[in-house]
């Protein structure tokens, strides 16, 4: 629906702008004092699985069909979990 849309848009835009304060500040101190690298590689890889499971459930009808059958309900991933 369109509250879902607008929600999941909205979600998604300000989890991705979250990133760059860090990066920014990093860029301008010329340091990476208080930068994480395991929080970073860790948000790296949790952020890979998540994409994969999301695609696989959007893109592949084979899921999709997994999916219906086990929860007797289509897959609720919409466009902008995907991208």
């Given at each position: ?82 991208f």
């Amino acid at each position: 629906g369109g509250l879902s849309g607008v929600l999941g848009w909205t979600y998604f835009a300000a989890w991705s702008a979250s990133f760059y304060p860090q990066a920014i500040q990093n860029y301008v101190r010329r340091s990476v004092v208080g930068l994480s690298f395991d929080f970073a590689l860790l948000n790296l890889i949790a952020f890979g699985c998540y994409s994969a499971f999301n695609l696989a459930l959007f893109l592949s009808p084979t899921v999709q069909a997994e999916y219906a059958a086990a929860h007797h309900s289509s897959s609720a991933v919409r466009s902008n979990d995907v991208f």
